[in-house]
């Protein structure tokens, strides 16, 4: 600890009694000249670049110096109270640069006498920061404490210097702290997009945020929409420029108006900076009048809504854009009179003004910008009384018996959700309306805008007769939508890297609700089903990653989502649940959303929650299975004379990382079979078996479906399951399944022995859910995995069992599972005759129903298959389509199916440009049929410049969208040229961005699998 004392009523003469003190004098005069000297250079003025230098931050604290410093809950606490201000020195520019034997958390003091102060604490409180406290001082006074502080610490190299080197190192000060003191905002401050300095200086400074958001929505798509948005709020530090995010061309700005006069616009990198002359400490106000972004209004001939996740609400008008800054947002909408309009909040008033109307809703509670929205346009409204008040849901849908048929069991799966997610929390619905918007051709399943929730229409709309994959894959999208109105709109991650957080608990609880109302269904073999093979799907590509993944700027957060996120956490959650048990997990969750409700949290303080509950070590855990990525390998053999069994554990990585979890593996001789549980801790783990009297069959690894990884079945199980399942359960059957196809990736098991097995497979298999998981393999291994010639060789058995499964099935709803999947894998002319004459409805497909939607794909079908009918077909089937919506998606896909490579050619050319990208699932439909096995090798000319537009893609797009794009580019290529065409782009581009490299590299998993099969047939 060092001391340094000067008292300010001291003579300047007594001071220069000393040496010391007479050095230190003069110092401080060279720095008020140098200063003076700054002032000149720069257009501000010295004592406001010292304040750019030195945020301040305001602190709550006693008057006793003995008490601990606390952050006042508030800049409104702060306010209210400027007699004790902490100053922070950037320790990083000047203290850590010239006493770097100083550790952080070693204070040392400065004595003064300034309003009855003494003995005023110095501290280095972190790597970037020291403090010190006092009453508030002039900024002159503040001045000469900060440089005395410099330049009087006690520390031994300046003692042990000589004189001429202290006055050496005074000099150095004396010229870098003018130049340290005149610095404006960082670089990193205003990149592009929102940095995590940026977002952590926001944080520190504002608080309070309120918005109050209007725009003006003309009927005409080619006509602007102006807007005016208002920002409310605290500030506790006017040092530095607020920087707004706005990713708009500067003439998008007309105006801005900063507590109450005129403000230069100041455009930079997607931000607008307010000059800190026009801020004030405390309550500020900031209105901007702009021309909206249109990209995320989805702008559409009769409609619009908005899609603001991750962080394209700056794309539409200027906001704080970051989660841990929650807002109330008071929204106006000025709309056509016969237009419909939903927000977050119910409405507040309605005003006629001519053929125009506005609506004024009510202020939300604090939400982020990501969760902020609305939709307008022309919609039927349908509505439910209930407990709880008004239920609405808004829609497109012509067809009023789709509509009937629907109506109630929509309602009801809401209901049930949100009775079930009160019941499990312990907290009542924490919003005060509950609405949904099933929109057209939406670029996802579903968006969790609290008190607007939007759908794909198709997920919740059905046809009639839809299959069971379908019901069940409506009520979990509507348990998820409704799981996120706890875990993500309540409780808000605080950056991006924990989206994975409220994603997780959305499908966990998901699960959980859904199973009451299937119960015919077996739900552990669903969740198998449902989340092993996509996870997979991911996790053994070189292009996987962690559950918890790291984000330097939210421009980059879109590139988090994916399957690790949708379906891996959620099984890793499973195993927390076991490891907790599920009523102390449950109480650990309802602790965490009331801790933090309308706030945010990260995983870290729900860990710190958990870990309190129970002695298991979570963070060990939470370590191996959210921060590490890859999955274990795990091979299974014989050991001993059929005495024993060895599981030997491999990390792929070569890094001898451990997934701790507990396996069980079914050993199954001709005479009985036997479950046996270990849990996983070594390399190599020898079960010691009681065997039968007659020969060992299989050992079927990870039998229960609780474990997690890939696991090489040993050559004697190999050729049993082989040739055939169904002397097992129905979840044994799906755990074979799912590592049989794994042992397919991995190169242990033949496409064509693996297709002879499917075939078989297919004419027993009863359970329903385990045949649309065959036909899902099936088709892959179909389209990608045989070369021509085995194609045509397994095309006629294949057809013929579909075709046969097709009239014969039992219910419409099978029927079409079958059907979809004939139409999809038809090679021969003669299956395709007969499908034309079912689209054409000269023959009856055994009890299929084939409403607009199904006709319409399968009139995709024909058109590739019968190119010499593309215009009679495509004339007919546009005739046919009644909805508005549809028949312009018609009409964008079908070009993709044309017989003539030119306008193929001009169809995919077009995608280019990122206007004619906005409409995504059609985008990714056409895409599709570009790349369509059929067109093969023609399509892969396509895949360069695909992969050239990747990074604009992920700039314009939604968050599922470049993932999407690479899956419908690679998706059914299996040439050696095309994985040539892959590995060259990335080698080529060694500074290629790594989140999208990794995309690249998920996507082409199969590619590369499958050109080595390919290859070595050829």
């Known amino acids: 600890m060092a001391t340094a004392a000067i008292s300010k009523g001291t003579p300047p003469t007594a001071w220069l009694g000393s040496a010391p003190f007479r050095k230190r004098y003069l110092a401080v005069f060279a720095w008020r000249l140098s200063m003076a000297a700054c002032s000149r250079v720069f257009p501000s003025s010295p004592y406001r670049a010292f304040r750019s230098a030195c945020p301040i931050s305001f602190l709550k604290e006693a008057r006793s110096p003995s008490r601990t410093m606390e952050r006042r809950s508030s800049p409104a606490d702060c306010a209210t109270d400027d007699s004790e201000i902490t100053h922070i020195i950037p320790a990083n520019r000047v203290l850590r640069k010239f006493f770097p034997e100083t550790s952080i958390g070693q204070p040392f003091f400065f004595e003064c006498d300034d309003k009855g102060i003494n003995n005023l604490p110095i501290q280095i409180t972190t790597r970037e920061a020291a403090v010190f406290k006092t009453r508030q001082l002039s900024f002159r006074n503040v001045f000469f404490i900060y440089f005395h502080t410099m330049v009087s610490v006690d520390l031994p190299f300046l003692h042990k210097s000589s004189f001429p080197m202290k006055n050496l190192f005074l000099c150095l000060l004396i010229f870098l702290l003018p130049v340290t003191a005149c610095q404006k905002l960082s670089p990193v401050l205003t990149e592009p997009g929102v940095s995590r300095e940026l977002a952590s200086l926001r944080k520190q400074t504002i608080d309070s945020l309120e918005y109050q958001v209007f725009f003006s929505i003309p009927e005409s798509m080619e006509d602007s929409i102006p807007g005016r948005v208002t920002l409310h709020f605290l500030l506790s530090d006017r040092s530095l420029p607020l920087v707004i995010d706005f990713r708009q061309p500067a003439g998008s700005v007309h105006e801005i108006i900063a507590n109450g006069k005129p403000c230069p616009v100041r455009p930079k990198n997607g931000h607008l900076l307010i000059e800190n002359r026009y801020l004030k400490r405390g309550r500020n106000e900031i209105s901007v009048g702009f021309l909206a972004g249109e990209s995320p209004l989805n702008r559409n001939r009769e409609f619009l809504y908005t899609l603001f996740v991750p962080d394209r609400a700056s794309t539409c008008f200027p906001c704080i854009d970051q989660p841990d800054l929650k807002a109330t947002f008071s929204c106006s909408l000025e709309i056509p009179a016969h237009w419909e309009a939903v927000a977050n909040a119910p409405e507040d008033r309605i005003t006629a003004q001519g053929d125009r109307k506005r609506i004024d809703f009510r202020s939300t509670p604090p939400l982020p910008t990501y969760l902020f929205a609305f939709a307008a346009g022309i919609f039927q409204v349908e509505k439910l009384e209930t407990s709880r008040g008004s239920m609405r849901f808004y829609h497109r849908e012509t067809d009023e018996k789709k509509v009937r048929r629907n109506r109630d069991e929509v309602f009801k799966l809401h209901k049930n959700a949100l009775e079930w997610m009160e019941e499990y929390t312990g907290i009542p619905y924490p919003f005060e309306k509950f609405d949904f918007v099933l929109i057209p051709s939406f670029q996802y399943g579903g ?7 939007f759908y794909s229409d198709t997920r919740i709309l059905l046809n009639e007769a839809p299959d069971l994959q379908e019901q069940l894959g409506r009520a979990n999208l509507i348990a998820h939508e409704t799981s996120h109105i706890w875990f993500g709109d309540l409780v808000t991650m605080e950056w991006f890297n924990d989206v994975w957080l409220k994603e997780v608990f959305a499908g966990f609880m998901a699960d959980k609700i859904v199973n009451p109302s299937f119960p015919e ?42 399957n690790i996120i949708y379906h891996k956490a959620p099984i890793a959650m499973r195993m927390l649940e076991q490891i907790m048990g599920e009523p102390v997990l449950r109480a650990g969750l309802q602790q965490y959303l009331n801790t933090f ?52 554990a491999i990390d792929p990585a070569g890094r001898k990382r451990n997934w701790p979890q507990t396996l069980h593996l079914m050993v199954a001789w001709e005479d009985r079979d036997t479950c046996l549980a270990v849990k996983t801790a070594g390399d190599e783990i020898i079960l010691e078996l009681q065997p039968g009297s007659l020969p060992l069959r299989y050992i079927l690894p990870n039998s229960q479906g609780l474990g997690y990884g890939y696991f090489r079945i040993d050559s004697l199980s190999r050729q049993t399951f082989l040739k055939g399942l169904q002397d097992m359960p129905p979840l044994q059957r799906g755990v074979c399944w799912i590592n049989l196809w794994e042992n397919l990736m991995h190169r242990q098991v033949e496409p064509g022995k693996l297709m002879d097995l499917i075939l078989r497979e297919l004419e027993a298999e009863s359970d329903r859910q385990i045949i649309r998981r065959i036909l899902s393999y099936a088709h892959v291994l179909f389209r990608q995995f045989l070369d021509p010639a085995t194609r045509e060789k397994w095309a006629a058995p294949l057809e013929s069992l579909l075709r ?67 215009e009679e077909i495509r004339i007919r089937q546009r005739a046919s389509i009644t909805h508005p919506d549809r028949l312009e998606q018609f009409d964008f896909v079908v070009p993709a199916l044309s017989p003539d490579p030119a306008v193929r050619d001009s169809c995919f050319t077009s995608f280019a440009r990122a206007p004619n990208r906005e409409h995504e699932p059609w985008v990714l439909q056409s895409l599709s049929w570009l790349h369509h096995p059929f067109r093969h090798p023609r399509a892969e000319k396509y895949i360069l410049p695909a992969l050239e537009w990747l990074e604009e893609i992920q700039i314009t797009g939604d968050i599922f969208f470049p993932g999407r794009w690479l899956d419908a580019t690679l998706g059914t290529c299996n040439s050696r040229s095309a994985a040539n065409t892959v590995s060259s782009f990335l080698k080529e581009r060694p500074g290629y961005p790594e989140n999208l490299r990794m995309k690249i590299l998920q996507s082409s998993d199969k590619l590369f699998r499958a050109s080595a099969w390919y290859h070595n047939n050829q």
């Open 521 to 562: 269904i077996d739900h552990d073999l669903l969740f198998l089903l449902n989340h092993y093979p996509p996870s997979y799907e991911v996790d053994r590509t070189a292009g996987t990653h962690p559950v918890a993944q790291p984000l330097d700027n939210l421009c980059n957060a879109g590139t988090l989502y994916g």
């Open 447 to 453: 968006m969790e805008h609290p008190g607007s929730i």
């Open 804 to 870: 046969e499964k097709t009239l014969t099935a039992s219910s419409p709803d099978m029927a079409r599972t079958w059907f979809t999947a004939l139409s999809d894998m038809t090679v021969s002319d003669e299956t395709t005759r007969w499908l034309a004459r079912v689209w054409e409805g000269k023959e009856q497909a055994g009890c299929l129903l084939l409403p607009e939607t199904d006709r319409t794909e399968l009139a995709y079908e024909l058109m590739l298959r019968l190119p010499e009918r593309y």
């Open 597 to 648: 409700a309308y706030g945010n949290a990260t995983w870290k303080d729900l860990i710190r929650i958990l870990d309190g509950l129970t002695a298991e070590e979570l963070e060990t855990w939470g370590k191996s299975w959210i921060d590490e990525p890859g999955m274990p390998h795990y091979h299974v053999s014989q050991a001993g004379n059929e005495q024993s069994v060895l599981l030997s």
